[in-house]
């Protein structure tokens, strides 16, 4: 009878052991799983506050060259009004 209650003692043991390995195998599987969501989350917000900022460097870099254009234009205004108002200087003046 006492082999048998070992033995019956043994396979529990050995059942109870199986089973928490698995909860245990479970669970890490669990948390690694859920540092990966947080990780590619985490990645995912990265990816759109570089887009924003993407689209914002774009949209300054739009402007810049508005305000370069401007501003070329009005160089070439001043250029054409210093050649007339020279055209007008005579000739004597000039030197």
Known sequence: MSRHVDNLHDGVSAGLGGALLAIDAGLRAAREQAAWDRAEARSE??????????LASRAREAELARQLAAARAEVAGLRIRAHKAEARIPVARRA
């Open 45 to 54: 917000d990265a990816v759109h506050r570089l887009g924003q900022a993407l």
